[in-house]
Every structure is written in C-alpha cells, then in structure tokens.
C-alpha cells in the first residue's frame, strides 16, 4: 500500500488552519470561557467522526464499483482545492460574524460541522488523492479519514486554551490577510501538482 502521505498531510494542515465555520465557531465560544470552547470542540469532533464514517463507507464502496471513479474524485478534489484557495484569497482580512448566545454549544458544534461543505469536501477530495488505486480501498479510506479526524483534534486540543491570544493576533487586519494569503495561495498550488501528476 503506496498512500501518498506527504501531500495529503501538507495539504490536510493548510485546509485545517484556514478559518472557516468551525473556526469562527469554536473560537467565538472560547473567547468566552474554556468549558464553552471544549464544548463547541467535542461537537465539531463528533461531527468529524460522522463524516469520516460515511467518507470512508462511500469512498470504498464507490471504487470497488466502480474503479475509473477514483480518477473522477480526484479531479474533482484538486479542483475544490483551488476553489478552496481562491474563495481564500478572496476573503483574505474579511471578518467572520462571531455566534452569540449560549444554547447548546455542542449540539451547534455538530451540526456546524456536518452542515460545512468544507469538512464535507475535505474527506471526498483528499483522501481519494492519497489512496492508492492498487491496494484494498477500505483500509486506506479508514486510514485516512482517521488521520484527517487526529488532526483537525490536534488542532483544536491546542487552540482552544490559546483561543484569547490567537484571537488577539488574528484580528489584526495586516496578520491575519497575510495568513490567509499564504494559505490559499497554498491550496491552489495543491491543487495544481495533483492536475499535473
């Protein structure tokens, strides 16, 4: 089994620290106090877990069908990469509306999360990208997507207690349009070596 861990890993760290409705989301809520910020994390991580689930359910199913289908989702995946990055481009140094009100917080996680097209598409278009077409497909896809689950948890269990400084740094115009500059520019050029390969 062949699965092309060094693009898949860089291009799933770019996706994972681009802000996004999860982001907003669970910083907005961390500002407020750590126990509310862990909450909306736990509910954006069992979403993550659903979407894994059935990423890795339908992706294997799908190329045990129909074998050529891989070729199609990766193209499709590449292209949503540079989509990705250029609508990142685009909102480069542009505010998200912060959620107010408390509700529940890790019901709103979840459903943030199974709602964002982003998650969606990150399972459907990175992990076809990695798989290798040789090997049995639901090993990799469950691989892969439990991967892809680790880090974006990784990526909120250091976040969340950082979210007061974070969210200092990041209101700055000037910081934060230059990160999210580095970033699309980023995913689109992800997107280009896997047209290219």
């Known amino acids: ?11 799933l760290v ?10 907003v989301l669970i910083m907005g809520n961390a500002v407020r106090s750590l126990r509310l910020g862990v909450t909306a994390a736990l509910g ?10 059935l990423a890795t ?3 294997s199913a799908l190329v045990v069908a129909v074998p050529t289908a891989l070729f199609v989702v990766k193209a499709i995946g590449a292209l949503y990469l540079a989509y ?3 609508m990142t481009l685009k909102g480069a140094g542009k505010t998200q509306e912060q959620p107010r009100g408390n509700g529940n917080v890790f019901l709103r996680g979840v459903l943030c999360d199974l709602l964002n097209p982003k998650v969606m598409l990150t399972f459907l278009s990175l992990i076809p990208q ?13 691989l892969l997507s439990a991967v892809t689950v680790g880090v974006f948890a990784g990526f909120w269990v250091v976040v969340v207690p950082l979210a007061r400084q974070l969210g ?11 990160f999210e500059r580095v970033c699309g520019t980023a995913l689109i050029g992800m997107a280009a070596s896997v047209l290219a390969a």
Not at 14 to 23: A, H, K, L, N, Q
Not at 168 to 173: E, I, N, Q, R
């Open 14 to 23: 770019v996706i994972t620290v681009v802000p996004g409705p999860d982001f």
């Open 57 to 59: 359910v339908g992706l």
């Open 130 to 142: 990695a798989m290798d077409p040789h090997s049995a497909p639901l090993p990799q896809a469950a």
């Open 44 to 53: 954006v991580i069992t979403g993550l877990l659903i979407h894994a689930t």
């Open 168 to 178: 200092t740094v990041l209101s700055k115009p000037k910081i934060r349009t230059a």
């Open 1 to 11: 089994m062949h699965i092309a861990w060094t693009s898949f890993l860089l291009a």
């Open 84 to 86: 990705l990055g250029f």
